[in-house]
């Protein structure tokens, strides 16, 4: 039988599988893509404690787009910036970091496209995703908006998991915790 968890976000509930990502730890595997009525509950929830004054929005390809999308049609931003898994033929002057992501087992990189990167010089972002865990992917993004010249200003996710939720430099709706391996 899968082993779930539940999951409570203010009035939703979600059942998630259990997953184990290596021998010792097993997480709670969360995918927002899809999921329309948990994508508008969490941005409703999430724009009440954005910084008050920013330019952008930058998410992590894939699963933080839908979020990235909703969040900027609510703080009435027209435009959005996706840091993609992979160079792209259409890039321009691609700016890329490695990346390290608890999810992941294979060597991963960032990549944010050079014509974003122009419009972020000089701006405040606000970078957003599903999960913060490990900080891995957080660190990734950060890196490379900062190497465009811009200056993040916040942190959000709908999750955070494990060590994350200590972590006083990110905004969360709820905690979801790691699990051991049986």
Known sequence: MLKTYQLQIGPMTRQLPVMAINESTAIASFVLLGDA??????????????????????????????????????TNHTQYVVLRKSVKDYMRAPLTTPVSAITTSTPQRLVLDGTDADRLVAKRVVIVDDVISSGGSLSAAEELVEKAGAKVVGRMAILAEGDAVKRQDISYLAELPLFPVD
């Open 37 to 74: 009525e948990l994508t508008d509950y969490a941005a409703h929830e999430l724009v009440q404690r954005m910084p008050s004054e920013f330019d952008f929005l930058v998410t992590l390809e894939s699963k933080g787009i839908p979020l990235a999308q909703e969040l900027s049609r609510l």
